[in-house]
């Protein structure tokens, strides 16, 4: 950056902390080369200044895991959210809340590498330590409610992850405004659930709003409205199949219409 000192335009290193903001926002923005030049700058120079155990330089080993992670280098973004996930829990604490992001980006870390099983303790444990830290009504509480379902359903378990779902939907639904789009997403989840428990009336009941709040919210081809667009063209298919004379290979028909818009 460069500042001008005593009349002269001089060049002033960038703080770590504006090189890590400059990398989140890149990487929100899709821009994940320079995203992750700016995090590796980051993470150097905290190293340099700060050391290994300062929380700022924790912060900026997992921005860059988790950015190392959205490029598909496990083996490298592995490293980097295990030793800012064993950093936290020394320097924070493992009920800090900068420790449970590390034990999330840990979690998506094992299922992005095929690892579910070795993931499930981990989302266990953060759905305890939220509730302890934070409430059962608190929104980050709810959102790894929403981690650990979604798990089990990946996993097979349904009625496990059609309970815990359900109850994450009532809790959600007393915080949060009937417009919401967090709650549209967890009603989405629990939707795919119910689909493949074979409820599909339910699975239908829970699918139709979420998907008028996300298309309102955030337009026909954004990829949690495709996602509900998807699971009610599943939905429909499946239907047919149990009463061919009931309609809903037209209905499937229709939401396969609006997903292949979307998709364009």
Known sequence: MMFMINGVQT???????ANDLLGTMLHALGRLDEAEHFHRQSLEENLQVRGPDHPATLDSMQALG????????????????????????????????????????????????????????????????????????????????????TLLHRLGRLEEAEELLAEA???????????SVHLAILMTHHAAVLHDLG?????????????????????????????????????????????????HD???TRWQLKLDTAEQ
């Open 11 to 17: 060049e002033v290193p960038r703080p770590p902390i």
């Open 66 to 149: 988790m950015l190392l992670l959205k490029r598909g280098k496990f083996d490298e973004s592995m490293d980097c959210i295990d030793q800012a996930l064993l950093g936290r829990k020394l320097v924070l604490g493992v009920d800090h809340r900068a420790t449970i992001e590390s034990m999330n980006g840990m979690a998506a870390l094992l299922q992005a590498k095929g690892m579910a099983e070795e993931a499930l303790p981990l989302l266990n444990q953060i759905v305890q330590r939220s509730c302890h830290i934070h409430g059962s009504d608190h929104p980050l509480t709810i959102s790894s409610m929403d981690n650990l379902g």
């Open 169 to 179: 939907l009532e809790r959600t639904l007393q915080i949060s405004d009937e417009s």
């Open 199 to 247: 409820h599909f009336q339910s699975a239908r009941k829970s699918a139709l709003p979420a998907y008028t709040i996300l298309q309102s919210q955030l337009g026909i081809s954004h990829h949690h409205t495709i996602a509900t667009v998807q699971v009610l063209v599943n939905l429909h298919n499946d239907w047919h199949l149990q009463d061919l004379q009931a309609g």
């Open 250 to 252: 037209r209905s499937a």
